[in-house]
C-alpha cells in the first residue's frame, strides 16, 4: 500500500510538470517534463527497465551477476533458476538554478526501487557549484567512460561502482585536462577473527584523480588513501590500519564504429573500490602471526570493446578479473582467491526512447585451496526512458 501511495504521489509531480511546462512556454519542440521559468529548469527524467534473465550451471543469488557470490558447484539445489525484475526502474529530477554570485547551481535527485523487498529509495541526492559537490553520488574513483555497456547494473566485476555520500571538487585544468578530489564518506568491511570487532570509522577516503581527454579518446589516473578503524577488545582500544590504491581507466575509439575500453587498479586495503571484492569482508582480514588485523594486496583488471553496426544496433563485449595478488598473507580454504567475468551483449535502439537487448555472461570464481565454482546467465532487457 505504501508503494502504490508513493507511485501515485510521483505520477501527479509528473503529470503537473507536463501541464506546467506547456503552460510556461508552448512551443511544439518542449521536452514533456522541462519546466522552464525565470532563470530557473525543472527536468523530471528516468526509464522503466524490464529484465528477464535465467542462471545456469551455476547461479548468482543476486539481480546483478556479481562472480565472488555465486553458488559453489557441490550445492546441486543452486544449479539454476528463472527470474524477472523491474526494480531497476528509475525516477530523477534536476534543477538547475542560474545565479550571478555562485553561477549555475545544480540540484540533483534519483531514486528507484532497489531497496528491502523492491522499496522506493534514494540513489543520488547532492547540490554542485563552481566545480564543489556536497551530497551523495559516485565515488570519484568512478569511470564510467572506461567500460563497455551491458545489460547487467553492476558490470564487470573488476570496475569501481558505488555512490557514496561526500564533499568533493572538480576544476578543469585546460581544454582537455581536469582534476578531482574528495572527501567520502568511510565505510570497511573487515573479517575481524577472535580479539577484533568492527568500530564506528573516524576518516574519510581521499580518493583524488587526474582526466585527460580528447576527441577519440581518455585516460584517467586515480588513487585514493584509506585510514580504517578496528577496536582490540583485549585493550579496549582503536588501532588503525591503511590502505591505498592507484587506477588506470580509458578509452580509445580505433574507428567510427569500434572503442576499445579498460581498467585496472592495484592497492592495499581497497576491496571496496573493486566490483567483486566489495560483496566481501576484505577491507581488512586476520594476521594470525602478529595477532591482528592487516590489509593484503589486491588488483583488478578489465579489457571492452563495443562495435557500432549501425546508429541503431551495436554489441558490446567485456573480459575482467578480480583478485587478491597471493595466498601468502591471508589463508583461509574456503575464502575467496579470485573471480573472472565475461560479457557479450547486443543493443537495438530503433524506436526512439526504447531500447531492447539481449546478453551473455559467465563468470568464475577460484578459492583459496583451489576449488572454483562456474555460472551463466542469459538476460533480455526492454527499457523505456524519457
Not at 58 to 79: C, I, L, Q, R
Not at 241 to 253: D, I, R, V
Not at 302 to 319: P, Q, T, V
Request: hydrophobic share 40%; glycine share 8%.
Amino acid at each position: 500500500m505504501k508503494r502504490i501511495f508513493t507511485l501515485a504521489i510521483v505520477s501527479a509531480i509528473c503529470f503537473s510538470a507536463y501541464a506546467q511546462s506547456t503552460a510556461v512556454k508552448p512551443t511544439e519542440n518542449k521536452l514533456p517534463f522541462l519546466i522552464e521559468k525565470g532563470n530557473t529548469s525543472v527536468k523530471f527524467g528516468g526509464f522503466v527497465r524490464f529484465v528477464t534473465f535465467a542462471d545456469f550451471g551455476g547461479v548468482v543469488p543476486n539481480y546483478d551477476f556479481v562472480s565472488s557470490t555465486m553458488s559453489a558447484d557441490s550445492e546441486w539445489d543452486k544449479e539454476s533458476r528463472l527470474s524477472m525484475d523491474a526494480s531497476g526502474t528509475r525516477l530523477t529530477l534536476k534543477v538547475i538554478q542560474k545565479t550571478d554570485l555562485l553561477g549555475d547551481i545544480e540540484f540533483y535527485i534519483e531514486s528507484d526501487f532497489r531497496g528491502a523487498v523492491d522499496a522506493f529509495r534514494l540513489r543520488q541526492a547532492y547540490i554542485s557549484f563552481k566545480g564543489l559537490t556536497v551530497g551523495q553520488t559516485w565515488s570519484f574513483m568512478t569511470d564510467f567512460l572506461a567500460n563497455a555497456p551491458t545489460i547487467d547494473v553492476q558490470g564487470v566485476n573488476s570496475r569501481t561502482f558505488f555512490r557514496n555520500p561526500l564533499i568533493g571538487y572538480k576544476r578543469n585544468i585546460s581544454e582537455k585536462s581536469s582534476f578531482g578530489i574528495a572527501l567520502e564518506f568511510p565505510k570497511t568491511k573487515m573479517i575481524t577473527g577472535s580479539g577484533f570487532r568492527a568500530v564506528n570509522q573516524r576518516y574519510p577516503d581521499v580518493p583524488v584523480y587526474l582526466m585527460f581527454k580528447g576527441a577519440k579518446s581518455h585516460l584517467k589516473i586515480a588513487g585514493v588513501l584509506r585510514a580504517m578503524d578496528f577496536g582490540v577488545n583485549t585493550t579496549q582500544k582503536i588501532e588503525t590500519k591503511f590502505g591505498a590504491g592507484l587506477q588506470m581507466s580509458g578509452s580509445l575509439k580505433l574507428a567510427d564504429a569500434f572503442t576499445l575500453f579498460s581498467q585496472g587498479i592495484y592497492g592495499k586495503g581497497v576491496a571496496r573500490y573493486i566490483n567483486d571484492l566489495a560483496a566481501l569482508n576484505l577491507d581488512m582480514v586476520p594476521d594470525g602471526a602478529n595477532n591482528t588485523l592487516q590489509t593484503v594486496p589486491m588488483y583488478s583488471v578489465s579489457l571492452g570493446a563495443r562495435g557500432d553496426f549501425s546508429k541503431k544496433l551495436y554489441a558490446s563485449a567485456n573480459f575482467s578479473i578480480a583478485a587478491l595478488a597471493n595466498k601468502t598473507d591471508y589463508y583461509s580454504a574456503t575464502e575467496f582467491l579470485n573471480g573472472k567475468y565475461f560479457s557479450a551483449s547486443l543493443f537495438w535502439t530503433g524506436v526512439k526512447n526504447l531500447t531492447i537487448a539481449g546478453e551473455y555472461i559467465h563468470g568464475y570464481r577460484k578459492n583459496m585451496n583451489d576449488t572454483h565454482s562456474n555460472a551463466n546467465r542469459l538476460q533480455v532487457l526492454f527499457m523505456y526512458s524519457w
